[in-house]
């Protein structure tokens, strides 16, 4: 942990979200660089645009019983990692907020390792301004 600390994040947040047959994480509007609204089991993302001068947030919402286990790169180098507890039956959320310059200019990607295959998640990766 004072590894992620010395890298500028400023916290995990985790609790529940909304039940199974509701959208897990509503877009993320004009700040968003990315969106996954819906996948199960392992996946991830890799995306570019991210500017060092606004801090980072990433959040990922699951549910479906078990856990995922969420990695941030940026320029090949870990910035973020966390897991979020998944519930039958409703969501659980997590999310970090990196400060300004930890997620570097250029490519970043995300990784969800899921517990399960039969766990939905989404992802939305937001530069707040």
């Known amino acids: 942990m004072t590894a992620l600390a010395a890298l500028g994040l ?6 529940p979200a909304t039940a199974s047959t509701d959208v897990l994480l ?3 509007g004009p700040e968003g660089l990315v969106w996954v609204e819906e996948r199960t089991g ?3 993302v890799v995306s570019g645009g991210a500017w060092e001068e606004l801090p980072t947030v990433l959040t990922v919402a699951c549910e479906g019983g078990g856990s995922v286990r969420v990695t941030m790169d940026s320029q090949q180098v870990e910035v973020s990692a966390f897991s979020v507890d998944c519930p039958s039956g ?10 300004a310059g930890v997620v570097r200019p ?3 990607s995300v990784a969800v390792d899921a517990s399960t295959e039969s766990i939905r998640w989404a992802l939305t990766v937001t530069q707040p301004e």
């Open 90 to 99: 409703a969501a659980g959320v997590g999310s970090v907020t990196m400060e």
């Open 42 to 44: 392992d996946g991830g």
């Open 106 to 108: 250029g490519s970043f």
């Open 10 to 15: 400023t916290g995990v947040v985790a609790g």
């Open 26 to 28: 509503p877009h993320p």
